[in-house]
């Protein structure tokens, strides 16, 4: 039993992340969703309470996936010069969102074009999200400071907002583009960074 109710959230989940990719979320709505999966509604309402929780059960999932993969490399861990974990972690967020662009595509549609009535609550959960992603990042700019392999006329936080431009604008071409980048166009790209920003 429990498996086919598993199975069924996932077949929800999946038909609505598509739809919702696809169509938008204000074009997407719950009898379309139970048409493709094959149930009513009344199935799909005992797993999500309404649309809005479903859209924010995919969003949620989507965002936890991607930042505890951040905040889990390995070699990160590893007893390296805070200038190559800063690179590597580059490097892995690049890899990461190549091998799961129609994800990050969804975040890109949604942060760029929220509904009207999901708007402030986008706006926190992003606020949220990208707090813990760029925490990881501001704990390695702060370590290459300590060490001074940065200078410090800039602050911590004007690093960090350079690096998080940076690799928000390849994420947005790749995810435009729909061209995953190669390891060694990254490491060129991040070369680039290296010696122009810091």
């Not at 077949?11 to 739809?19: C, G, P, S, W």
């Not at 990050?104 to 929220?114: A, E, G, I, V």
Request: with cysteine.
């Amino acid at each position: 039993m429990m498996d086919l109710e598993n199975s069924t959230n996932e077949k929800i989940r999946y038909v609505a992340f598509r739809l919702f990719l696809e169509k938008g979320y204000e074009a997407t709505n719950i009898r379309d969703i139970c048409r493709e999966v094959g149930i009513k509604p009344s199935s799909l309402y005992f797993y999500y309470r309404s649309k809005q929780e479903l859209f924010f059960s995919l969003y949620d999932e989507i965002w936890d996936e991607k930042v505890q993969y951040l905040e889990n490399i390995p070699v990160l861990k590893q007893n390296l010069s805070p200038d190559v974990k800063l690179c590597l972690l580059f490097t892995k967020t690049m890899e990461y969102c190549s091998q799961n662009i129609i994800k990050q595509k969804f975040l890109l549609r949604y942060h760029l074009f929220p509904p009207e009535e999901l708007i402030s609550m986008i706006r926190d959960k992003f606020r949220f999200w990208t707090n813990r992603e760029n925490n990881i990042a501001s704990k390695i700019v702060e370590e290459c400071l300590d060490k001074k392999i940065l200078d410090r006329y800039k602050s911590a936080a004007d690093y960090l907002r350079e690096y998080v431009r940076f690799v928000n604008a390849h994420l947005t071409e790749m995810i435009i583009s729909n061209i995953k980048m190669s390891d060694v166009k990254i490491h060129n790209l991040w070369l680039r960074f290296w010696n122009y920003i810091f």
